[in-house]
Structure formats: C-alpha cells, structure tokens
C-alpha cells in the first residue's frame, strides 16, 4: 500500500473540490447583492493565489477571478 501515493490522491480531490466550489460561488456571485455580494467579493479576493494559480502544472484559473476585481472595485 503506497501512503504517499494515497494522500496525493486525496490532496488532489479535495484541492478539485474547492476549485469547484470556488468556481460556483464566482457563478452564483452574479445573483447577489448588498451583503452578501461584499462577504463573497471579500471571500474570493482571500483565496490563497496558490488555489487560483499553480505553476508546477497546468492549472490556471487566474482569469475566472477578473470579474471578482472588477466587482470589488464597483463595490468601494
């Protein structure tokens, strides 16, 4: 039984996860408003740039966070 072969694996689904999940809130972000448009803006601008962009691979998401810079700056 390879463990470290185990937790990469887990390391890479739970990473998958929170992409996901981080991609829908950017989705559902359009629908919201007053609060809880600020809490999501503010949520997604302290995503570690780590999640957002990895550059031992190929995995840039970079530009799905424009919109969130350009709301935040709409918002102050």
Do not use: C
Not at 5 to 25: I, P, Q, V
């Amino acid at each position: 039984m390879d463990v470290s072969g185990d937790d990469e694996a887990e390391r890479s689904t739970t990473f998958n996860m929170l992409l996901s999940f981080l991609k829908e809130l950017i989705g559902k972000s359009e629908e919201f408003q007053d609060e809880l448009l600020e809490s999501t803006v503010g949520l997604l601008l302290n995503v570690p740039i780590v999640i957002i962009y990895q550059a031992d691979s190929s995995v840039d998401n970079l530009h799905l966070w424009k919109g969130v810079m350009i709301k935040a700056l709409g918002l102050s």
